[in-house]
């Protein structure tokens, strides 16, 4: 088995996600890793409950769904040893007299969204420099207590890949897939499509077909090999929500290929099926970053398509109309005319009131 893993969650207004996510990934069987969680500024007392938590003052909510209430049901020993910092702090790598804590708190003292948000963790992770494997993993997920193990051993299988996704199912109904590992890019659209069903033929050998097909590892759960991020880079904050995940794979693909380990199991609540009636619409800065990103996708990588993807906003346009969504109709024109001038493919909207992606949960 390879050596430490840092496991890094992101945090805005949903600390009983969070806490819960914990209490799973504290009974996990992989024997040398960390956890840090990066707060955009909650302003809700997201921190203050998790080092409550950590106290063992305040238990995860008690879910009524099987196998789920297992993986973090009854809680954890307590009290867990904690550090607290604020970004600048973090991103120096701590202090030095708090010694090796398994729990990281982190302000980040602004909503920076998710590609901002998560690479304050990745800065800490790399000031300590003492890490094989960086997990990122979305705060509304429950994790099986092998699917950390499992990833490592997939990409100690496989020393050429940079990236491995997991399997994950929806949180309710828990049998659901959501993911197996990533998906596909088009880039003529500049769209990534999930893989959502495994091929039929032997276990191995489906999932085999699936790995040799992955252009991206979806997001929500993503191990990285420490030499990915230091060749590659760390997540791009062009973008604010959605699409960091194909820009890192995309980045990454003329030196590193991409895995799937299909047994690390992790259930997601985003999409579940309760909500899926009113995730026939995004929410609109949802809507905004996903049709934005398609574009700072196309200029980065695929110049030649831009005029494609610029057809294609005319399909959104008439399909926002028809559902009467005009503010919509009026963001889409927006984006198409930031794109002429070179406006899109900055993300640092630390005013948005809305949260990074694990809590919008449409993805």
Known sequence: MSGRIYVALLNWRSWGDTIECLESIFRNDYPDYRVIVCDNLSGDGSIEHMAAW????LDALDSDIEPLRELTHPPIPKPIRYASYDRNEAEAGGRPEDGDPPLILIQNGANLGFSAGMNVAIRYALAKGDFDYFWLLNNDTVISADSLSALVQRMEERPDAGQCGSTLVYYKPPHE?????GGTFNKWLCRGHLFTRMPEGEPHLAAARIEESLDFVFGASLLARKSFIEEIGLLSEDYFLWQEDIDWSLRGAAKFKLTFAPDSLIYHRAGASSDREEQKFRSYISDRCYQENRLTLAIKF????VPIVYLSYMGAIVNRAL???WDRVAMVISIMLRGLVGKVGVARRAGSSRSPRSSI???
């Open 361 to 363: 949960r449409e993805k």
């Open 302 to 305: 695929f110049p030649a398509v």
């Open 177 to 181: 897939i959501q993911c197996l590992g």
């Open 54 to 57: 950590a106290d063992g003052n």
């Open 323 to 325: 559902n009467g969504k």
